[in-house]
Nanobody
């Protein structure tokens, strides 16, 4: 069965950086697009970033564009989210997801499996 395990969350001051990782197993990782979503306190889950199966195509939410970078290493079955210039409003649980196909999906309905999430807290 498919497993997605996030790591790298923590507490950071505003302006700082964190790198999230998502280790995938149970599916041929390189055949599927993947993505990150987040859910802040009292907020609905929202799209953050997505990457296609080969890593040549990416998509970002406007709120993180220019600050976050999504990438993947298919040889290691791992996806990453480099987060720079963090803001308090980036505080959320970040979820790794795997899509149903090779192309980028930005809606939760387009995702097949979800990790349990990793908490990112940005202090002001």
């Amino acid at each position: 069965q498919v497993q997605l395990v996030e790591s790298g969350g923590g507490l950071v001051q505003a302006g700082g950086s964190l790198r999230l990782s998502c280790a995938a197993s149970g599916r041929t990782f390189s055949n599927y697009a993947m993505g990150w979503f987040r859910q802040g306190p009292g907020k609905e889950r929202e799209f953050v970033a997505a990457i296609n199966w080969g890593g040549s195509g990416t998509s970002y939410a406007d709120s993180v564009k220019g600050r976050f970078t999504i990438s993947r290493d298919n040889a290691k079955n791992t996806m990453y989210l480099q987060m720079n210039s963090l803001k308090p409003e980036d505080t959320a649980v970040y979820y790794c997801t795997i899509a149903r196909g090779r192309n980028i999906a930005t809606r939760a309905e387009g995702m097949d499996y979800w990790g349990k999430g990793t908490l990112v807290t940005v202090s002001s």
